[in-house]
């Protein structure tokens, strides 16, 4: 039969009393601090420098962006320039360039793959709309004439500018995980002053090989290399034996077929 727990002790009413203010002490404290969250759009944070936001077209694309796309966000069909009509310097240029941002994920590959930069993302993230056909962009939205859509906003706060008491948020966070003792993520090998360890600086093959080496009492592969005699029985590389005549071979009759 399992044990059998003892029932509990009822809580007198001010011990009841001192539990409900001991778990509500948590909420009540964090109610006279400043909110760390911003009105948007009346105010608004401006991204990071490597922020990938809506794309621009600033050149002649030549629709390499299309095939490294892994989402299939991106569509180009091409045709032939002419002498009465020519509209880039090559033989073909984008008749029709599409990007649904509908599938993109703003990954940045097509980005990557322009070999001549013409397509940038820029920091805008304006994109929402209650509308399915307004989330492709045509190539004259996305030409760099083109105006950004954007809201208009009162305040502009600056990248990684905390709002509020988030400091004090995270004082309190950093002083709990040091109460509780949390370990620290050990730093990168060569970063911090930390130096190599011996294995570290070899590949992970050999390690682990001279690791189960040392482990087992055989001698590392150095010592094997030096001509140190090996362990249990074995003869170093330089003293062996010549092979028996007598011996037999496998192609002798005495193998038995199968």
Known sequence: MPDERPPEKPLGPLRATANVGKGLWVTLRHLWRRPITIQYPEQRREPFPRFKGRHVLDRHEDGLCAGACPADAILVIGAENTPE????PGERYAK???????RCIFCGLCVEACPTEALVMSHAYDL???SRDSLIFTKEMLLADAPLQKRPSKEELAPGEEVGDFRILKEGLARARAELGEPQRPAPPGV???PLAPEEGRPAATASLERSASAEGSPKRGDVLEGEP???GTQPPGDVPPPDPSAPHPTDENVSPR
């Open 128 to 130: 929402s709309s209650d």
């Open 230 to 232: 090996a362990a249990r």
């Open 85 to 88: 009509a020519r509209y880039s």
């Open 96 to 102: 029709v360039y599409e990007i649904n941002y509908l």
């Open 192 to 194: 911090g002053g930390r």
